[in-house]
DNA sequence: CACTCGATGTATCGGGCCGATACATCTGTA
DNA sequence: TACAGATGTATCGGCCCGATACATCGAGTG
């Protein structure tokens, strides 16, 4: 699941471990909490090995020509390749189970905006059905648990029942929509990315955050 | 995490894996997935080697004088120990950064029948700091980035802030009613559990689920 | 000017937990 | 009788996390 963020986000631009944590957790932060360091460096190193991304060798301050006086190492910029972005194209696409649940949903839900309408319904509606499964496991639970379990395990149930009656209600708006021909929520849509196109590999526009040192190449 | 459902559940009752793991869903279903056997086999061997835990060999069906023809292996009934029930008490008392976050906090909160009052304000009001530290994050990033990110993407940050909001509002009811004498939810209380004594060790009560077979012993 | 502090930056290690898989038993039911 | 599905125990590879270590750099502060 993983792979499939870091292809994401590598996709639109060049970037080292550190920044590449930073626009992980904006992207997917939402759903699941930031990715610690102890999976980012392995996994960027699997990555790595299998071809999908490289190293693109920071060139680092024109001053220092006189290279490892004390051990300097550098950042290091990954930078996206050829077969990276076909693999990133065959994780778009993919809609098994694991695009259903938790950390899945929101990794796949989060480059939507790269991924085909009908790949969109079928994720969410898998979502929906995984939800109301949960839902109807609770609810179950609480009519016929009331009896047996102490008030605050029912207080935990009842607050999750909650929560995924409201999810499958998100869900089903989020259906309408795709299915009647708008994508996103009308509420503060913003034009500038018009439409649904998967292959869009302008390198380092305008997507840096303020503060960040872009390198030339 | 797991070590403190688990000595939670044997806590009330002797019971084999198979059924320990239906018993953890039905206490913290609501905010973990069930717990998987691969999870759960490694687990009880580690409560085990620790003493928190013994297997209390099940007695077999007493036509079963005859060991082990087909290489008969039964059921294996776990029980906890004093030990394990002094390890039960610390878990149930312990408050750090890990009692907060999502697994953490639905375990403990599981089990806050058992928990002294004081501990369980302590919980929900650091769960809720953290809770509201999520919220705060996005909803600067959403501030910030509707001219950044695309519409799929602002939509899931929206719905996590729902969710966030909605979470501290609960909590904040959930700490009200706690400060206020009257520990859970008015609605639907059950009366049978008077109190939060933290050591009420009386084996095999009414607990056991229709349909079940406990043992004698 | 020296010092410190917090942000930036890369990396490893042990361990918890999961999904897949295998295999055996028991209980209906066609 | 045979088959399906629940019950039941168990392992294995692998993802991911928290803790930890270490190095650099800019901004204050005394």
Known sequence: MLDMAILGILHEAPMHGYELRKQLALK???MRAAISYGSLYPTLRRLQA???ITEAGESLPDDELVPPLTSRRGRVVYK???EGKERFEELLAQTGPESYDDPGFGVHFAFFARTDTEIRLRILEGRRRKVEERREGLRDVLARAAERVDAYTLELQRHGLDAAE???RW???LIANERSGRP???RAY??????????AAQPG???DPPGQTPRRQ
């Open 184 to 186: 996103p929520a009308q």
């Open 166 to 168: 409201r999810e499958v």
């Open 50 to 52: 299998s071809g999908w």
């Open 80 to 82: 996206i390749t050829a």
């Open 171 to 173: 869900l089903e708006e």
């Open 205 to 207: 526009h305008e997507d």
């Open 190 to 199: 913003q034009p500038g990315d018009p439409g649904t196109e998967t292959s």
């Open 28 to 30: 997917i932060g939402a």
